[in-house]
């Protein structure tokens, strides 16, 4: 089978959509259309290296590691606290330790209510106009007009709306994205607030010097986690491989310490990327299970591994 051959068979089978399929190797449909004819007149056997590159990256992502959600306590504590927040239109703040596995927990949350659920992750560029204007396009509002017109729309559409706002790494938005929050969502959109992130957090938040006064007042449930137990990290790994043998195991769970300043912590997040990677070299030897040696090299370029 030729490349070419090859390369349109996999988007039939994938459902990807050849003008997708062009976007994204970074020609137009009617090149790929005269290749796939035998028409095109020009330097073919560029685009059939291209093609043949994307064919083997596609490769490699298939053999990328689907891990399942696992019912930890810890994931069903943040699905409590946003169901709090939710049935009683309340504000929930929800901080814990980098690697406990918060986000991922909140993705399953909206993926199970995607109908009722907003959920934005901000970063360190969120600045207060940027964040009007991703709450806009969240929600599929216009974001025409200034920032005051987009906001009218945001609370406008929220109110009397059966909706939860979700926004994750909140430690990263400054005083004033955080007030904007509270009087745009909570008390002029009148729907549900979850702010989540580090433990920083909190602090930002009750401190006075901040004048988080309103928000404060507001907050009706405070969820403290703790960092992700080894028990539950090993429930995460025999989801995968129930017949996981109990060194390997070890070793996996050894090779997930994260260490903050001078204390190592179990990091749900360094375990994922081990079992992905690890993944990818059973598949690559046709293996059914890792062994303490794969682990081993999966671990082997991740920062701050010192154990």
Not at 20 to 27: D, I, P, S, T, V
Request: with cysteine; hydrophobic share 40%; aromatic share 6%.
């Amino acid at each position: 089978m030729s490349v070419i051959e090859e390369f349109f068979q996999d988007l039939e089978a994938r459902g990807i959509p050849q003008a997708q399929a062009a976007r994204e190797l970074g020609c137009s449909p009617g090149l790929l259309s005269q290749l796939k004819s035998g028409t095109y007149g020009g330097d073919a056997a560029k685009w059939l290296e291209v093609i043949a590159n994307y064919l083997e990256r596609e490769r490699n992502r298939s053999t990328i590691l689907e891990i399942p959600i696992v019912e930890t306590s810890l994931l069903k504590q943040i699905q409590a606290a946003c169901d709090i927040a939710y049935d009683e239109t309340d504000i929930s703040v929800i901080t814990g330790p980098a690697g406990c596995g918060k986000s991922e927990a909140f993705k399953a949350y909206v993926r199970k209510h995607q109908d009722r659920v907003y959920y934005l992750e901000a970063n360190k560029a969120t600045t207060p106009h940027v964040l009007v204007m991703r709450l806009a396009e969240l929600l599929n509002l216009s974001m025409k007009g200034n920032a005051s017109d987009v906001t009218n729309r945001i609370w406008s559409f929220l109110q009397g709306r059966d909706t939860l706002v979700i926004i994750d790494q909140a430690d990263d938005l400054s005083d004033h994205s955080l007030e904007y929050l509270r009087q745009i969502v909570f008390d002029a959109g009148q729907t549900g607030l979850v702010l989540a992130g580090l433990p920083k957090l909190a602090g930002q938040i009750m401190n006075a010097r901040n004048d988080h006064d309103q928000l404060l007042s507001r907050v009706g449930l405070y969820l403290r986690l703790p960092a992700v137990e080894t028990s539950e990290m090993s429930q995460i790994l025999h989801s995968v491989w129930p017949l996981l043998d109990q060194e390997v195991e070890q070793v996996f769970l050894n090779k997930s310490m994260l260490k903050l300043r001078s204390e190592y912590r179990p990091s749900l997040r360094r375990l994922t990327k081990i079992m992905k990677r690890a993944n990818k070299v059973m598949v690559k030897n046709r293996l059914a299970q890792p062994t303490a040696e794969i682990v081993e090299h999966a671990a082997q370029y991740i920062m701050n591994q010192e154990m």
